[in-house]
Structure formats: structure tokens, C-alpha cells
């Protein structure tokens, strides 16, 4: 696996001082589905620390839904090893999946009820959990009465209320206009810095990945793994903004990352088209 500064070089990673613990491991993995022909995952590893925001780009079919089903343990891998929370994952995905007979707040306290908090405290939960993706309000309204954006996030908030250290998140706003996916996206990045939780997130969109990624990771046409990582960490905090070094500002260095990243998605879509 190369990993790379996000001007596309190449570099050594130091030794941290101590050791970061990896709330997801995987080594060696496979999966082949019975009745498909050959393996969709093969010697993929990956270590995945706690309170990461790691983004996943690939070609269509590359296995990036059937990798975070491997984590979330809905999927059981055929070759390799996989260590991730016993408890699972949330999940969301780019359907909100809402029930549409219950309330918002109602479907927020069925997943809080599924993860055992108890009835007296669900309510206040529920409203708690609302507010952080910025919608108390709309506690009493049905699905139905949401639009695309407000449903996913209450499906965050959903999510959330499940109370797993890993969140994993497919093409979640893939379904919604540039302008809401563009908040949500700084939502999610919000939520991400208060709960401190570690996201795994499928997306299409190269800008996606840079803009919510800590690491960026590309899976391999068939048979997928992870062939290269890009680390935007440093553009992530706070000190870089209003860097500039060499010409170059912070938002100039992250779209030419982004032109990097799209230029090797391409080559593996088409290495896949072929
Ligand atoms: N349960 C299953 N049984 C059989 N084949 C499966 C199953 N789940 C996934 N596959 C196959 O595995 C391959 C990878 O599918 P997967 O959905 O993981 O790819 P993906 O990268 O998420 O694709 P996309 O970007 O189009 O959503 C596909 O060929 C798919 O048909």
C-alpha cells in the first residue's frame, strides 16, 4: 500500500509517540460469494484507529459495500482475519431507511430502545440526539413530511442512537442536491468532532472524500484492496487555514489532491471497464 502527502509524494510515516489504538483491523481478508466468479475482496489490509474519518473511494463493484458489511460482521470474510467492535456498527446508508409509520422522534428511540437505554430516558434522549443534527422540531412529524436532507438526518441521528463506537456510512448523501449534501457534509464533520466516533464513509465523489476524510482510501477493481492512501490530516486542522507555501494556498493544495485522487480513480475504473 503507497501512502502519500496530499501533494501525491510518497513519504515515511514516523512512529507516533504512543501507540493510537486500532478499533478496526483487518488482515489478509477475502471474501468470494458462492455463486460469484472469483473473489470480490483478496489481501486487503487495513488498521483503522479509534476516532478516524476515513473515506473510501473505488469503481463501481470494487467490494466497498461488501467491506463494511465484513466490519459490521453482517458478512463473514472467507480468507484472512477481521477485528472490529463485538458489539457491530451502525450503518447508514443512501436510503434513510426510516420506518414510515413512526414519527421521527419514534424511530430514534426504537434504535435507542434496541441498544438498551431504558424507556423513562429514551424521550429526552431522542430530542438530545434531534438537536444535534439540528432538528428538534420535526420530532413529531412522519418521514413522509421531511425532505431528503431532514430524513437523512434524522437518520443520523438514528444511527447514532445505536451507541456504536463505528459509524459506517454508504453513499449517504449521494441521493441529495449539491447544496444539502454540502451542509450535510459539514453536519457529519460536526457530529464527527463532538462524538468522537470512528466513520468509515463510501462515497463516488472525490471532493467528498477530501472534504470529510482524514485518510482517503482507494479499493482496487476486482479483486479489491486497498491500493493507495492519501492523508489530509494536516489540511484538516485548524493551523493550516490560511496556509500558504510556495504559491500555493491550503484550498489550492486540496483540489490538486483532488485532481491526483480522481486521476488514479479513473485509471482503476477503467483498468475494471476492461
Ligand atoms: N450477498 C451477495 N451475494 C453474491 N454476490 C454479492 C453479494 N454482495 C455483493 N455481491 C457482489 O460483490 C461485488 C461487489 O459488490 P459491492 O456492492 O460490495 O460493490 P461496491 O463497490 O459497493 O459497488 P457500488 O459502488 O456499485 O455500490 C458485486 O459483483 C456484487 O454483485
Known sequence: MTRATPQGTPRETSAPSAAPEAVIRLENLGKTFVAEDGPVLQNLDLTIERGQFVALLGASGSGKTTLLNVVAGLEEPTEGSVTAPAQGAAMMFQDSGLFPWLT???NVELALELAGVAKADRTDRARELLELVRLPHVADKRPHELSGGMRQRVGLARALAQEREVLLMDEPFSALDAITRDLLQDEVLRIWEVTGRTIVFITHNVSEAVHLGQRVLLLSSRPGRIVQEWDTGPWKDPASY?????????????????????????????RHAR
Open 104 to 106: 421521527a422522534g419514534k
Open 242 to 270: 490560511g496556509f500558504e507555501a510556495g504559491g500555493q494556498s491550503r484550498e489550492e493544495t486540496l483540489d490538486e489532491l483532488t485532481r491526483t485522487i480522481t486521476h488514479r480513480l479513473r485509471e482503476e475504473i477503467g
